[in-house]
């Protein structure tokens, strides 16, 4: 990172103001003015830097200016470089990086929404987080109170990009869809069975949380993260807590790594199990489907024997775990384990002995590994497209480095690759999970709790199950927080599911969306 | 194929048999808080701890208002370890849902002393927590039943907390088929609208155009903290707060998300409601 730094400095001697370590590993890099695009070019191509989120933050009040954040990362480096641009309060406006990097499309445009910072040059810059029918307002600015009551719903003018011509017509699903499943909208265009493309409207399910975090003491805020998306809480729930820690240096101790590593990794298996058992649902394979929801229950049963919960919620919290753990408590990890090893093995054969189901998988839903690379996936769908990323190798924390495992990749990109990701990555948890047990060590499962030093700012990453999950907080005075970021997987991958979807049949729409499993929740917050 | 029947014979019966019998519930789950409401000393750090305002106290003329609502209660526990003089403590009764808002709200007033603690409890009221336990109403719908519901679910803002455990009522182990309820893609062939929220601003619409697509006599379950109440999440700018903002609820189901079981005993107490309404409102 040193050289890298001189390297920035030296090619960009007027444009750095500052530059900072504001947390352990965490880089910051104070820009003059509001265009980091030149930098963020130079870091891309010439260090194969990876740009994992953008947004923003207003301190007009403190400061007369927002500020932009580009997060970086880059092979064989754990630590994390932050470019920080201002941008005047009287002109509210940016470059905009999306026409060459469309994995800040969706991004760049929530700055807009939230900020009123326009996004100049973007290639659509249409709302995308306030749907149409809101008025003109930036919710995430401070002169913008949570508890405003805005003017009554009047419906939807959202227009979709038409479709003509003989035979094609348009299939509007949602935002209500017919399985059990989150709220969104979807647009299709269909020439027959074909799909032509994809429209998707998100946001159903946005309620205001990174501007309810700027409401909330922190030790009450962990329990907002764990409502972010429910199927990964305790995920997004240690992402918010790592980033508290690193914010106030707060040491967590061993065996609470531990705990927190192997609960991670619980709710991989869970979620994976449950996935690989929809997939084969949604081709008509139902007996499979039945075994993992089996296998699943006996996980669940494990989850609240260690936290109370069967969504491990109520359990993080800054500086380590809620509660311990007692012997009993421990010794069921392994005996329940080796239950699900043997289910899981017999599930596998079950989904490999099929050949309508593999026939119905292979080739189905195919997402390219350059479009993939481009568009930012990352998590599951990004490893079953050539996506070479984990969090947990490469920006290893809690307890991963006295782990080993194997990060699973593949090439194809379709439905079966997807899913095979999920199975490769059960049975090394499986491992991992036994290993972590057998060096969970003694001692204090939480930090004592101490006050949260003001204007500190940190991220906290995780691997989820579904992908990598970043929180960025700035700290405030008195426990609060001045802002939460939150980035879940799931919004760089939908994009992905609008190419994966092209010139299948309509009828693959749902093991594809399936294959992809998104958080709406995550991505709308 | 041979070999699936194998696996699925071998496995045999894995269905719970809940109502009728209680389930397998870890030591360590967290159910019901019960609070000892004469031996509360103070119950100043518990609401101070509570993430959602389910612990809130209200204090006038030396008269201290304290009030109870598992309708925004997420089960976190807090309370409890704060509560140094144990007053407060964790039950493993899941069985919570009602069919009045009131009934999950409990309030008590304490004379104030000086220091801020209790004084006196003056006055308690509560309604009935657990209105029926789900055993007994199985057996009451056994009587009436057709053997028929058919639920249509409405995620209007949920985290996908509450989703996760009702699609875990279609799995082998608490299997609602076997009570003849099923979840049907349409509105249109829904007796129960099955709802989880909090409702956002972009789901009013439509919820309220699901609520009119479903034929009478209907009736509407809200889920979770969120759906009874907003939970954790409230009513802000983008959240209108609980499900009965928007449309007219008949049962609650507190959470955070329910379990199977829960959802199960709600489910079966609106079934209830469901039968009485058949009489009422002939379908044709």
């Known amino acids: 990172m040193t050289s ?98 469309p994995a800040v499309n969706w991004q760049e445009r929530e700055i807009q929404d939230w900020f009123g910072l326009e996004a100049v040059g973007h290639p659509n810059p249409r709302r995308v987080a306030l749907h149409d029918n809101w008025p003109d307002v930036h919710p995430l600015r401070k002169d913008f109170p949570l508890d405003t009551v805005l003017p009554p719903f009047e419906g939807e003018r959202h227009v979709y990009r038409p479709a003509h011509g003989e035979g094609v017509f348009h299939i509007p699903v949602g935002p209500v869809h017919a399985g059990i499943i989150e709220p969104g909208h979807f647009d299709f265009a269909v020439a027959g069975e074909p799909i032509l493309y994809l429209q998707l409207r998100m ?43 690193q914010a106030s240096g707060i040491e967590v101790p061993a065996r609470a790594q531990f705990q927190r590593t192997i609960l991670l990794e619980l709710e991989r298996i869970v979620n994976h199990i449950s996935d690989a058992g929809a997939i084969a649902n949604d081709v008509g394979f139902v007996i499979a489907n039945a075994h993992a929801g089996r296998v699943r229950e006996i996980l669940l049963g494990l989850c609240e024997t260690l936290t109370g919960s069967r969504m491990l919620r109520g359990m993080v919290a800054p500086g380590g775990v809620r509660r311990d753990w007692q012997r009993t408590q421990v010794e069921a990890i392994e005996k329940t384990l080796k239950v699900v090893q043997r289910e899981f093995r017999d599930l596998v054969a079950m989904l490999q002995s099929s050949n309508s189901t593999r026939e119905r998988l292979q080739r189905t839903g195919i997402l390219r590994a350059e479009k993939a690379s481009m568009l930012g996936v990352v998590g599951v769908a990004g490893r079953a497209s050539g996506v070479d990323l984990d969090l947990r190798r490469d920006h290893p924390y809690e307890a991963y480095r006295h782990l080993p495992f194997r990060v699973p990749v593949y090439q194809a990109g379709d439905v079966r690759h997807r899913l095979l990701v999920r199975i490769d990555e059960v049975s090394e948890s499986i491992q991992m999970v036994r290993a972590a047990v057998t060096q969970l060590p003694d001692g204090p499962h939480r930090a004592p709790t101490q006050p949260i030093p003001p204007d500190r700012c940190a991220i906290g990453a995780v691997e989820g ?20 970021k939150v980035k879940d997987p799931s919004l760089n991958n939908w994009p992905a599911i609008v190419e994966a979807v092209e010139g299948n049949i309509i009828a693959d729409f749902p093991v594809i969306n399936k294959s992809f499993n998104l958080s709406y929740s995550g991505t709308d917050r | 194929m041979f070999k699936i029947l194998q696996k699925s014979i071998s496995i045999g019966t894995v269905t719970a048999e809940y109502p009728r019998v209680a389930p397998h519930l870890a030591e360590q789950f967290r159910g019901r808080l019960e609070f000892d409401f004469a031996a509360w000393s103070d119950a100043r750090p518990a609401a101070d701890v509570c993430p959602t305002g389910a612990i809130a106290i209200h204090d006038c003329d030396g ?101 996760q455990e009702i699609v875990a009522l279609n799995n082998p182990v608490h299997d609602i088929e076997r009570f003849g309820i099923r979840f049907v893609a349409s509105p249109r062939h829904a007796d129960m609208l099955l709802v989880t929220g909090p409702v956002t601003r972009n789901m009013e619409l439509a919820l309220r155009k699901t609520w009119a697509a479903t034929p009478d006599p209907k009736v509407v379950v809200a889920v979770g903290a969120c759906g009874i109440s907003g939970g954790i999440f409230g009513t802000n700018y983008a959240s209108l707060g609980g499900v009965d903002a928007v449309i007219p609820v008949d049962v609650y189901i507190p959470g955070c998300p329910p379990r199977p079981e829960a959802l199960l005993h709600g489910i079966l107490l609106a079934l209830g409601l469901v039968r009485q309404r058949m009489g009422t409102h002939p379908r044709g």
């Open chain 1, 203 to 245: 946001f159903y399910t946005h309620k205001g949380t990174e501007k309810l975090f700027e409401n909330l003491p922190i030790q009450r805020a962990v329990f907002l993260a764990e409502s972010i998306s429910g199927d990964s809480a305790f995920s997004h729930g240690t992402a918010f807590c790592r980033a508290i820690e």
């Open chain 2, 63 to 163: 008269v201290r208002q304290v009030t109870v609502d598992y309708g925004r209660c997420i089960f976190c526990g807090e309370c409890e370890q704060a509560s140094a003089d144990g007053a407060v403590r964790m039950t493993k009764q899941f069985e919570l849902a009602v069919t009045d808002r009131r009934d999950l709200v409990i309030t008590a007033e304490y004379a104030l002393q000086a220091d801020g603690h209790h004084g006196e409890l003056l006055s308690f009221s509560s309604g009935p927590i657990a209105e029926e336990p789900g055993k007994r109403i199985e057996a009451a719908i056994h009587k009436l039943l057709g053997r028929s519901l058919a639920i249509r679910q409405v995620d209007a803002g949920s985290c996908n907390g509450c989703e």
């Open chain 1, 4 to 101: 890298l730094l001189n390297n920035l400095r030296e090619c960009f001697p007027e444009q750095i103001r500052a530059v900072e370590e504001t947390a352990s590993g965490q880089f910051t890099v104070l820009l003059n003015g509001p265009d980091a695009t030149a930098m963020a070019r130079h870091l891309m191509s010439g260090y194969q830097a990876r740009l994992v989120t953008v947004f923003a933050e207003d301190r007009v009040q403190v400061e007369g200016v927002f500020y932009l954040y580009y997060v970086f990362d880059r092979p064989g480096d754990p630590s994390w470089l932050i470019l920080k641009a201002s941008v005047a309060a009287e002109n509210p406006t940016f470059p905009s990086l999306a026409a060459e990097f």
């Open chain 1, 465 to 484: 199950w579904r992908g990598e999950i970043v929180h960025w907080v700035h700290t405030g005075y008195g426990n609060c927080l001045e802002r939460c």
